[in-house]
């Protein structure tokens, strides 16, 4: 079993920062991949940013540029550090990981964007 633990979600003008984490209770080279998911009132849930265990990163064309996922192995934990936040970035945002067959999420951050 894996636990993913997000922090780092709230409330942020239009065009400022915020740094999200997951911290997982294994560590994250037992992980194929982790990533970040995030949905939106009304909205399924979409894909932001992965990272696999090779460190091969994939973001979703919304994000580039923008956002940036990252590691630290010493601590299990990933990283989405987003930057230029738009009003339409608002979501839950959601810590995700996959272990061959078997998907784990967190429990959601929420992400405002608002002035």
């Known amino acids: 079993q894996v636990q993913l633990m997000e922090s780092g979600g709230g409330l942020v003008q239009p065009g400022g920062s915020l740094r999200l984490s997951c911290a997982a209770s294994?560590?994250?080279?037992?992980?194929?991949?982790m990533g970040w998911y995030r949905q939106a009132p009304g909205k399924e849930r979409e894909l932001v940013a992965t990272l696999s265990s090779g460190g091969i990163t994939v973001y979703a064309d919304s994000v580039k540029g923008r956002f940036t996922i990252s590691r630290d192995t010493a601590k299990n934990t990933v990283y989405l550090q987003m930057n230029s936040l738009k009003p339409e970035d608002t979501a839950v945002y959601y810590c995700?990981?996959?272990?061959?067959?078997?998907?784990?999420w967190g429990q959601g951050t929420q992400v405002t964007v608002s002035s």
């Open positions: 294994v560590s994250i080279f037992s992980l194929n991949v």
């Open positions: 995700n990981a996959k272990r061959g067959i078997l998907t784990y």
